[in-house]
């Protein structure tokens, strides 16, 4: 029998305190969601933040496909809709709850990048 490593995904999918996020479907503590949330809002603040999603925005939400699409084009640009439009809504929850950010809040035990992605089950369809 393999045993996978305890990582923070793994705890959040056995604590009874962790819950689906309804903005990623990922299984994760309160407290986590909310300094996702703080993380999005701080790295978009700004000019250079708002013009860069203003990118993202134009060559996804705002790209508009003819007739002709290729069926798997579109599903690609799906895909990149979603994540422009989860980090939206993380930056709206992050400012809604005025982000306090300082360097040793997000460097103490926090979840690597890595930690953060779904593929161990711990996604719902």
């Known amino acids: ?13 056995l604590d ?4 689906v996020s309804p903005i990623d479907g990922v299984r994760r503590k309160k407290a986590h969601e909310r300094e996702l949330n703080e993380l999005a809002a701080a790295a978009f603040a700004g000019d250079a933040g708002a013009r ?17 699409v290729a069926e ?12 422009v439009a989860i980090i ?17 809040r997000f460097n103490d035990g926090a979840p690597s990048g890595r930690d953060l992605e779904p ?5 719902q369809a």
């Open 119 to 123: 593929g161990d089950g711990s996604r």
């Open 52 to 68: 860069f999603l203003k990118y993202l925005r134009a060559i996804t939400i705002n790209h508009v496909n003819g007739p002709g």
């Open 72 to 83: 798997k084009e579109l599903l690609h640009l799906e895909g990149q809709r979603y994540l």
């Open 16 to 19: 009874p305190d962790a819950a």
């Open 1 to 13: 029998m393999r045993h996978e490593p305890v990582t923070e995904r793994v705890r959040a999918r």
């Open 88 to 104: 939206e809504r993380r930056m709206d929850l992050g400012r809604q709850h005025e982000p306090k950010l300082d360097s040793e």
